[in-house]
């Protein structure tokens, strides 16, 4: 397994492009995916063009960056990712771990983005999970990270990562990922499930940063042994 | 209006037991209800055993605990909020604040205590909206701070409250009652309606205490600025 490059689709998108500078920087392989091939070359030679012109970032069609990586990182708005699942499908293979970061905000229908909608599977990632091939495993993650502290390097990012993915393998395989993001701290979000509640957070710290008047509003779970946080993941994490 | 008095509706549990300890600690003058009007004595001598002796602590029926004070914290099991609220509603008057902290657990029908339950009127707190009598305004807060931190007077309580009501002033009005807890901090959460991410973000932190075996995950909310945050609640958060 390739772990060192990783496919972001919708890369070109803020939050998308966010975490492919980060990986990039991080000395990565980055495989920018978008529905245009062009945007996507151009949001490549963005991230070239900040982070070095050696880095190893490529831009492509969606499908063909879903189908060069181990780990493939979605990052579409909510009413773009089935469509997006769908028209990636058919590049996929059984093994690869599909990274869902799709928040269903309420803006997705006009509404506020400080609200999410109600969606049948439990969340989006629970969707995701209805929309990947057989033996596509599917975790959730990177949905609290500020894509403007992401994008402004100047920014550290002073956030956790909740990953949440069935199997505490799909999470373990996850974690090099967030800890390659210079201050991202890794947090078992336990089962996909949880998913639930860390997507709707992403509308709590979006209201904040409205409030506050701010663009980088993120979270910490405080309390967390060192030694227990790093054993996390084991035979417990599956009952929750 | 007596800002220095409140009522723990509930008392005796394991939530309202540790933050009426942390206020009497605080020297506010503080009545513990229960439906067992022993009960609540019985705890509010414990506070006293531990706080120390001149703390002002009574305790007394929900009612009369409700009827004599300005603000009204309800801590009791989602299962129990409806009737609870039915029990003292003909004891509480218009302009008092009602502070909920219930959480809809799954627990409360037999299942995790790391799932919620789906309310008819989104949140537990706009539920207790629906439930109080007319002039009564609502709050939902305090649901994030572990009830076992709160408890143990060693432990530092490092987590932010979100406090959602509809008005500012209302959240205002919680302000002082965050701060009286050491290391406590004030956040506002906006409206009421965001009470529904809160509440379930109790049910994630549960399942951190199982998945990193420790009694005190707690949340902080990150990239806020100092300034900023403390002039929140102004026009502009009306509309989150």
Redesign the interface.
Known sequence: MDTNTIAVIGGTGDQGLGLALRWAMAGRRVLVGSRDPARAAAAAENIRARAGASVPVSGSGNPEAAASAELVVLTVPFMAQIETLKSIAPAMRPGQILVDVTVPLEAAVGG?P??TLGVWAGSAAEQAAANVPAGVEVAAAFHNV?AY?LRHLEHAI??DV?VCAERPETRAAVRPWVEAIRDCRY????RL??A???E??T???I??N?????H??????????KR??DD??GQ??E??
């Open positions: 506020a400080t609200r500020s502290a002073d956030c909740l947090v078992d979000g336990g499930e949880n639930r509640i860390v709707a957070l509308a709590l710290l209201g904040m409205v409030r506050y008047k701010t980088a509003a993120g979270i910490r779970i405080t309390g967390l042994p227990a946080r996390a993941g417990r994490a009952k929750q």
